[in-house]
T-cell receptor, first 114, second 115 residues
Framework: KQEVTQIPAALSVPEGENLVLNCSFT??????LQWFRQDPGKGLTSLLL?????REQTSGRLNASLDKSSGRSTLYIAASQPGDSATYLC?????????????FGEGTQLTVNP | GAGVSQSPSNKVTEKGKDVELRCDPISGHTALYWYRQSLGQGLEFLIY????????KSGLPSDRFSAERTGGSVSTLTIQRTQQEDSAVYLC?????????????FGDGTRLSIL
């Protein structure tokens, strides 16, 4: 059974810092890995999707990497801003089940202080 | 709006009552998913629809939970004889079709509280 772990559970940084969020998964048989952002009381907003054949994806100040063989992904946020404060979730789409369900980590709660 | 719409946004009910949660996916999206997000459990898959059929309902926690989808569009998740452990945020997502690299688009969820 696929398990996804995110470290750290919470992170507080001053504005302007570069930071890294970590995600690990136990079964490397995946189609892709996706990073989401969740604001309080809201649903999930997709940030980046990395296919299993890819090593990284970039969008603005965000860069996500994937090392499928070691079961790891990182989300790099450059020059953090208070508006980046949210919970960040990673999810993998595994090959072990049909229907393309996502298996989620428990998230990293990020606070960027002005 | 063009996003996934869920209603109600909040629901408070007494233990033992039945509840219905509604999801209206993005127009034209054939795949629909229900997830549950609860404290200490993270986000868990419940059920997946392709069109009106549910090829994967393995995440439903008990036979008190059921879901249907009609017209390939709106879906309803029903919880019968609610228990306090059913309290959670229920999230719905849709994608344009199944396949490994179709992104899922999420609604804002229904926050369910069982008294």
């Amino acid at each position: 059974k696929q398990e996804v772990t995110q470290i750290p559970a919470a992170l507080s940084v001053p504005e302007g810092e570069n930071l890294v969020l970590n995600c690990s998964f136990t079964d490397s048989a995946i189609y892709n890995l996706q990073w989401f952002r969740q604001d309080p009381g809201k649903g999930l907003t997709s940030l980046l999707l990395i296919q299993s054949s890819q090593r990284e994806q970039t969008s603005g100040r965000l860069n996500a990497s994937l090392d499928k063989s070691s079961g790891r992904s990182t989300l790099y946020i450059a020059a953090s801003q208070p508006g980046d404060s949210a919970t960040y979730l990673c999810a993998v789409k595994g090959k072990e089940t049909s229907g393309s369900r996502l298996t989620f980590g428990e998230g990293t709660q990020l606070t960027v202080n002005p | 709006g063009a996003g996934v719409s869920q209603s109600p946004s909040n629901k408070v009910t007494e233990k033992g009552k039945d509840v219905e949660l509604r999801c209206d996916p993005i127009s034209g999206h054939t795949a629909l998913y229900w997830y549950r997000q609860s404290l200490g459990q993270g986000l868990e898959f419940l059920i997946y629809f392709q069109g009106n059929s549910a090829p994967d309902k393995s995440g439903l926690p008990s036979d008190r939970f059921s879901a249907e989808r009609t017209g390939g569009s709106v879906s309803t998740l029903t919880i019968q004889r609610t228990q306090q452990e059913d309290s959670a945020v229920y999230l719905c997502a849709s994608s344009s079709r199944t396949g490994p690299n179709q992104p899922q688009h999420f609604g804002d969820g229904t926050r369910l509280s069982i008294l």
